[in-house]
């Protein structure tokens, strides 16, 4: 099993910047593909970034050029790098893991806020 714990959330003004950190633990780190997910109030959960255990990356269009995503498989740790938030990007933002043999993300954060005001 693998437990997931995220930090680095909070208020931000528009056009402000934040890094999320996920810690993962009782699992391989490197074996698992890791992604960010947010949810909006009312909205469905939507995948913002992954990366793949060898560090490829994909983002939504909405983040692209905005946020970056990285993991430091010694560490155990990944990271979302946001910068120039819009208030559209406030949501719960939650770390997931995949096995690399699997295709569905069967673990969860807790999720941390983030909050961008105009």
């Known amino acids: 099993q693998v437990q997931l714990v995220e930090s680095g959330g909070g208020l931000v003004q528009a056009g402000g910047s934040l890094r999320l950190s996920c810690a993962a633990s009782g699992g391989t780190f490197s074996s698992h593909v890791m992604g960010w997910f947010r949810q909006a109030p009312g909205k469905e959960r939507e995948l913002v970034a992954v990366?793949?255990?060898?560090?490829?990356?994909n983002y939504a269009d909405s983040v692209k050029g905005r946020f970056t995503i990285s993991r430091d498989n010694a560490k155990n740790t990944m990271y979302l790098q946001m910068n120039s938030l819009k208030p559209e990007d406030t949501a719960v933002y939650y770390c997931?893991?995949?096995?690399?043999?699997?295709?569905?993300?069967?673990?969860w954060g807790q999720g941390t806020q983030v909050t961008v005001s105009s």
């Open positions: 997931a893991a995949r096995h690399i043999a699997t295709t569905t993300f069967d673990y």
């Open positions: 990366i793949s255990s060898g560090g490829n990356t």
